[in-house]
């Protein structure tokens, strides 16, 4: 009797000592990122000026992204292709695919990361109509979506590195996403004249996805992404596993469970041509007419819009997913 009442005594203390430990490492462990390093990659982004589509900044900007994603240790392609405009011109297209996989995974369903990397050629959301022909800046809108996958796709190098990388995940840099018809043409509307890059894509994808995430506006500080009514469709299970992961992280005020109109943006055409389900992490703001912020397609889409803190939690809720 005594003897076993010190054994059970022993494997009390030792269960003890075991879930309080689990319960230490469950607590502290939060998914590495670092929204410095997502910061700096959208400064760098806005130190080419606008990404219009055939300007010079817009192919500069192009090769330092690859060049950037290879240093990282991805193999990364550029797909080339052409899509009709809204006037129905040929537009040129250059998606940026940057694999991170190894020899051991590389037969595993992959997991896709995307957003756009051009800029919108008008701000046609301007209340002035003469600034409707200016370039969007594109800090939000284009380049924090960017700059949140270039500092994971650094994570990704690293659990390259030190042979952690379980899971194949591609960043596809869509380009060409922001040219849809503009608020002042008065010609026949065409439709999906919007993403653009991501119809390419997904018409000639032949990998595995298990799934996606698109990431779009996601710098703001004063973001709110509720959930986007696409997904819901497509990726239901998808979009719970990552709202719920947020709230998990103490990220629920961003990531409400207010449930959004749908959005014409790259997981559309990723979801419809391609059927992989994919999920947008998107800021749309309900109390605005637009749906959207209020420096959405206009001059003020700026670095003063960018904040760290935001970057940091949809980092990480994204990093947590992978
Ligand atoms: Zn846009």
């Known amino acids: 009797m005594r003897k076993k009442n010190i054994v059970e005594l022993v494997l009390l203390v030792l269960l003890v000592v075991l879930v309080s430990c689990n319960k230490q490492t469950a607590t502290e462990e939060r998914p590495s990122f670092n929204s410095d390093s997502a910061y700096a990659y959208i400064e760098g982004q806005m130190a080419f000026g606008p990404r219009v589509p055939n300007s010079k900044a817009h192919n ?24 009709p405009d809204y006037r129905g011109n040929m537009q040129q297209i250059y998606n940026i695919i940057a694999h991170f996989s190894t020899p051991e995974i590389a037969n595993r369903p992959r997991i896709l990361l995307g957003a756009h990397y051009d800029t919108r050629p008008w701000c046609d959301e301007e209340a002035d109509y003469a600034d409707r022909y200016y370039n969007v800046p594109g800090a939000n809108d284009g380049a924090s979506g960017v700059g949140v996958l270039m500092e994971i796709g650094r994570q990704l190098g690293q659990r390259i590195a030190d042979s952690t990388l379980r899971t194949p995940v591609d960043i596809v840099l869509f380009d060409v996403e922001d040219m849809g018809t503009p608020r002042f043409y008065t010609g026949m509307e065409r439709e999906d004249t919007w993403c653009l890059g991501s119809q390419l894509w997904a018409k000639n994808n032949t990998l595995p996805y298990r799934f996606g995430i698109v990431l779009d506006m996601v710098g703001a500080p004063d973001a709110s ?6 997904s819901t469709q497509y990726a239901q299970n998808y979009q719970q596993q990552i709202w719920r992961a947020a709230e998990k992280l103490g990220y629920g005020a961003l990531f409400s469970q207010q449930q959004s109109y749908p959005i014409t943006d790259d997981h559309y055409y990723v979801n419809y041509i391609a059927g992989i389900p994919c999920v ?43």
């Open 225 to 230: 992404f509720p959930r986007e009514l696409y």
């Open 60 to 83: 500069d900007c192009a090769v330092w992204l690859i060049q950037q994603l290879r240093a990282k240790g991805a193999k990364v392609e550029l797909q080339r292709g052409q899509m």
């Open 280 to 322: 947008d992490i998107i800021h749309y703001d309900i109390s605005n007419g637009t749906g959207f912020a209020s420096w959405w397609h206009t001059r003020n889409d700026d670095m003063s819009n960018i904040s760290r803190s935001t970057l940091q939690a949809v980092g990480e809720v994204v990093m947590s997913q992978l």
